[in-house]
């Protein structure tokens, strides 16, 4: 069964320090996707990134990078230098393909990782 | 502007007392869904809808109903809520093959 773990249940930094947000899942699929979204203090919910199973590379956007590992079952994000305005619930989230191989947008979400970040 | 638009974003009522959640989409997405959030839960998917007249049950269906007679809307039934449906509910739409879900704003629901 697809599963994602955010072991994480809250993470306090001050300004300016670097964190990782951890998300392990489960799936026995080859192909998948995988998600990062942002929820403010707001309650909206923001798409940050989309990554396929076939592209293991690292993406950096940025203040944010992520790094996809296959070989553990990771996509981790790591924020750079983090802002007070980086205070949020991440979530990360995994689907798998529909019958044309696309994502058909039925999303398994991790129970997220509240960050703080204090000035 | 592409949006999912949601109403009402809050409300309260009493326990079996129907109501129903709308949501609509301007950007002719097929694939559409409902999302419910709760502490410690994460979002958890009630129904999806991957076109006109196809409907079928997420992880969480239990006392809900959906419909979807028309590609823009996707309403949400709650035919006799109950206090543990109280809960932040979010509705999604993607074109399904690019996988990314737009949400809408979200509507906090409170049942009495």
């Known amino acids: 069964a697809q599963k994602v773990t955010q072991a994480q249940t809250e993470i306090s930094v001050v300004e300016k320090e670097d964190v990782t947000l951890d998300c392990v899942y489960e799936t026995r699929d080859t192909t998948y996707y995988l998600f990062w979204y942002k929820q403010p203090p707001s309650g909206e919910l923001v798409f940050l990134i989309r990554?396929?199973?076939?592209?293991?590379q690292n993406e950096i956007s940025g203040r944010y990078s992520w790094n996809f590992q296959k070989s553990t079952s990771s996509f981790n994000f790591t924020i750079t230098a983090s802002q007070v305005v980086d205070s949020a619930v991440y979530f990360c989230a995994l689907s798998e393909p529909d019958a044309y191989g696309g994502s058909q947008g039925n999303l398994i979400f991790g129970k997220g990782t509240k960050l703080s970040v204090k000035p | 502007e592409a949006q999912v638009t949601q109403n009402p974003r809050y409300l309260i009522t009493v326990t079996g007392k129907k109501l129903t959640v709308t949501c609509s989409q301007n950007m002719n997405h097929e694939y559409m869904s409902w999302y419910r959030q709760d502490p410690g839960l994460g979002l958890r998917q009630i129904y999806y809808s991957m076109n006109v007249e196809v409907t079928d049950k997420g992880d969480v269906p239990e006392g809900y109903k959906v419909s979807r007679k028309e590609k823009r809307n996707f309403p949400l039934i709650l035919e006799s809520p109950s206090p543990n449906q109280t809960s932040l509910y979010f509705c999604a739409s993607s074109l399904g093959d690019v996988g990314e879900l737009f949400f809408g704003e979200g509507s906090r629901l409170t049942v009495l």
């Open positions: 990554r396929n199973s076939f592209d293991e």
